[in-house]
């Protein structure tokens, strides 16, 4: 009781001086400016970004100035080249804290001297006050998610030669970075495959008052950034690790937190213990959803940079030896195979996940509180009356689910024949539609539909009316695909065919040549006895858990690397 007393009373105190040093002007997204370069770009030139300056401040250090239209001004940015220069790069999106800058990772965090020996490109781009989110300050919208997730790819596309493929792009922070890191993650889990968080706060409805102050630090009201927490708590949930965290399956996930205190000292960093806390919760979500993951919850440390500094070189060395692990694993692998596997025309497999790709029409889900969005080649768009969490389920080339109300349109990747028809199959809580379709020149069906129907709101709010904004968010509307009867059994008939012509080969063959049938068969034998079992010993199951949040069933699984420091 007492905590909660000091908590309440902190935090009131902090936003008050917090609003006051916004009504003065002094707060850090002020004071960082770029008056320097001159007036801000207006008309044409705002609506596209470009590097307006670029400096060299070491060997492997690069300073950048650039014009980012989703803030409508300037920001810095700077990139550490890789300490292994390659031909192509793999790149690590490196995030700052609330109250630091772009430039505290290299001046503060001994970023340079610890990426010495890492192939990795750097990039360490600015974050403002560190909300990480969209935060409306007076008539302007700082657009945060797209400035990092979609305006720095495009500058890193056309400045440095780098990979984009998914298990060459990385997501680290401390602190609020942290969390921007987890939350980029879990919005597009199709681009990256590792996110690490240093002393995080992973979910946001237990930390409201840190979030609160974090947004007016940026020059927001209170309680603007993802409104209020009880009545607009699908904002909250979408813009959260927690809540998201079924996105997160297949990503390698890296979570440490200090515990407050230092052996030598009684004193106790609040801050730092909240955040271990919060590491605890969000690791026994992902124990409780079955996602792999490490947690480090260290004896001691505080919030500050010689826990951070710590953090990021155990996290190196950890891909260090993950990247030695897959690079010889692979060899050996090929060695053993010889590559056959591509040139017969086998499916191929996801690495992470151990079963069909997504990109070849493997199932999949996704949690988003976005009205549009795109994932794994499929494009959504929803047309709702209010903010709400979506759940696109069981996704795959027979069809797929969606949660929620308003209409949608769901345009799928060139997963099918052109040209072919395929029947439609819409079911809903409002009825049912069955219609055929043909894919088009690019293999693509396009769906429209209605979802569950919305209450109006209330005209009068109060306990008896409260229900009406979430009426409906939990029922599921079903799409199956499924080709033609005609085309089906033609197809059939022609696959029949063609099966008979090649028993007849085979025999003709196998009467030709009898005694090389047992010899490709112990061959057989022996490839499959001499498989490499590729597994990570440390995955421990310890049975079926009920999750916390939307209801999701899976097992205990959780991945433990020894510290590497």
Known sequence: MRRSILFAVGARAIRSLTAARSHRGRFPTLDQNSSFLGPEPRGKDARKWYIRDKRKLSNRLREFFIYSPALGRTVGVRVLLPGIPQEVSPVIHLYHGGGDDFRSWTDFGSAEEITLDSPYLVVMPDAGAGTYSRVAVGSEVHDWPTFHTKEIPNFLRKTFSVDFAPENQLLAGLSMGGYGAMKYAAWHPDRYSWAAAFSSPLDPLSAIPAFDIIAMR??????????????????????????????????????????????ESKDRDLLESMVNQQGERFSARLNSLGIRHSWFPRTTGLHNWNSWERELGAWLKTLRRQRDYASSDHRSIERRSGGDDDRRGGPRVDDRRGCPRV???????????HALFDIHGWRVEISRRRAQVVCFGSVSTAGFSLTGTGSFRVRTPGLYEPGRRYDISVTGPIGSNDYPQRADK??????TGRLAAAMHDPIIPGKRTQHFTTVGQSEVTTVRIASTPDESSASARAIDSDTAARAIDSDTSARAAPADVPLRAARSAE?????????????VDDGSQTPTVFGYKGHNIVTVFPPSD
């Open 527 to 539: 490839d499959a006895e001499d498989t490499t079992d590729v597994s990570e010993s440390a995955h």
């Open 442 to 447: 690019k293999g693509r069906l396009t769906f």
């Open 218 to 263: 940026e020059g927001a009201k209170s309680m603007t950034l993802f409104g209020d927490p009880v009545t607009d708590r699908s904002e909250w949930i979408a813009n959260s690790p927690y809540g998201l965290a079924e996105n997160l399956h297949g990503l390698n996930l890296w979570l440490s937190a200090g515990s407050g205190n230092l052996e």
């Open 359 to 369: 990109a070849d029409g493997g199932e999949f889900s996704y949690l988003t509180g």
